[in-house]
């Protein structure tokens, strides 16, 4: 449907009535502003859904409606008690991960203690080894058991330090999976906590405690505090004369004042379900505190005239004729809307136009 455009004039002076057909008129001059309708509602800047990550079931709400609230702050909880339990077997494998690193410091000691064994073993085997072979000194199987207490403390030396790479490598990859797996867990279960994206304030919470909630509906409406501005659908016949920056006068059925208005945004985008173009206009100077969704008659103001003579649109005999006191009369039109026409020339404010009464 065609959005109409709005004359706003003050009418026509009544003189009185010519037999029962027709009526007299005298024209007045009058303001003449011609503006666009549009369809409008309200809402504040930077308003948006909050939706949840995850579907869940709602355990808390941490703030209540008309609440300001941070950018990050705790919005509501969901249920996410299988991911707790998860974050603690993955914090009780960081426990075990402690209990190895105890192991690993045993095994140093241990390797320092069989080190100094291995080289206590290897001086006395090698000194009884050179003193049996160059001078005869001892007996072969002295020799015997210190170069078998020589290979045993080698090969636990060996033994220890095989053990130890081998702990200590299995305890770098747990470290690791375990660090991936208590962040996993703590990512998954933050999902679970629903927090705000910016500071604003919570104009609607559409969820109760202990029902389910999922990422296909939202869950909290936020938005500024303070600021405002109008949503409006140009229809597309008329998209062509908005500009931004033109003033729109707004008419909300919550206040008896209409407020002003200035565009801000025209959208390039056609919707085909309503044949409409979107605009936004941020409301000028102070104002009322409003509400998001409020319903709203905008007229965007295309040009203003002063002192437009005017005749209503039943005056016209056709588009360029009226009937007067003194006869017929051509006259020059300019802008008309349903009620009223301009007339540029062919009469004066003070013609007597003769008007058919309705029957």
């Known amino acids: 449907m065609h959005l109409s455009k709005v004359a706003v004039i003050a009418g026509m002076l009544l003189l009185h009535s010519c037999g029962s057909d027709t009526e007299i008129v005298k ?3 009058r303001d003449w502003v011609e503006s666009i309708y549009a369809s409008s509602k309200v809402q504040s800047v930077n308003q948006y859904a909050q939706y949840p990550e995850v579907a869940g079931r709602l355990v808390r709400y941490h703030v209540q409606e008309g609440d300001t609230i941070n950018a990050g702050q705790l919005i509501a909880e969901l249920d996410g008690v299988d991911f707790e339990t998860r974050l ?8 075990q ?3 190895g690193r105890l192991k690993i410091k045993e095994l140093e000691l241990l390797i320092t203690t069989a080190e100094l064994q291995f080289q206590k073993d290897s001086i006395d085997y090698f000194r009884q080894k050179r003193l049996y072979e160059s001078n005869g000194v001892g007996s072969l199987s002295t020799l ?3 170069r078998l207490k020589y290979k045993q403390s080698s090969g636990q030396l060996k033994g220890l330090n095989t053990k130890f790479k081998a702990l200590k490598e299995e305890l770098s990859a ?3 999976q375990s660090a991936q797996n208590v962040k996993l867990a703590k990512s998954q279960l933050n999902s679970y906590k629903i927090y705000a994206y910016q500071t604003g304030r919570i104009y609607e919470l ?3 405690v202990g029902e389910i909630v999922s990422p296909q509906k939202p869950i909290a409406l936020i938005g500024d505090r303070d600021k405002f501005l109008v949503e409006m659908e140009i229809d597309e016949r008329d998209i062509s004369r908005i500009r931004i920056g033109q003033e729109v006068v707004v008419k909300l059925d919550a206040y008896p004042n209409s407020f002003r208005a200035e565009i801000s945004k025209i959208s390039p985008y056609l919707d085909p379900g309503t044949q409409t173009f979107h605009a936004e206009a941020y409301f000028k100077g102070t104002h009322e505190i409003f509400y998001p969704g409020l319903t709203a008659e905008s007229n965007i103001i295309l040009q203003t005239k002063k002192s437009v003579l005017v005749i209503p649109v039943g005056a016209l ?3 360029s004729t009226v009937q007067t006191t003194s006869g017929e009369a051509r006259i020059k039109i300019g802008l008309r809307n349903t009620q ?4 540029l020339s062919g009469i004066d404010e003070n013609t007597e136009i003769l008007i058919p009464n309705e029957k």
Do not use: G
């Open 27 to 29: 024209v007045q001059k």
């Open 88 to 95: 603690k077997i993955a914090e009780s494998q960081e426990a």
């Open 97 to 99: 991960i402690s209990a």
């Open 144 to 146: 015997e058991t210190r």
């Open 174 to 176: 747990q470290t690791k």
């Open 206 to 208: 559409n969820t109760h």
């Open 317 to 319: 005999t056709n588009d």
């Open 340 to 343: 009223f026409v301009e007339v």
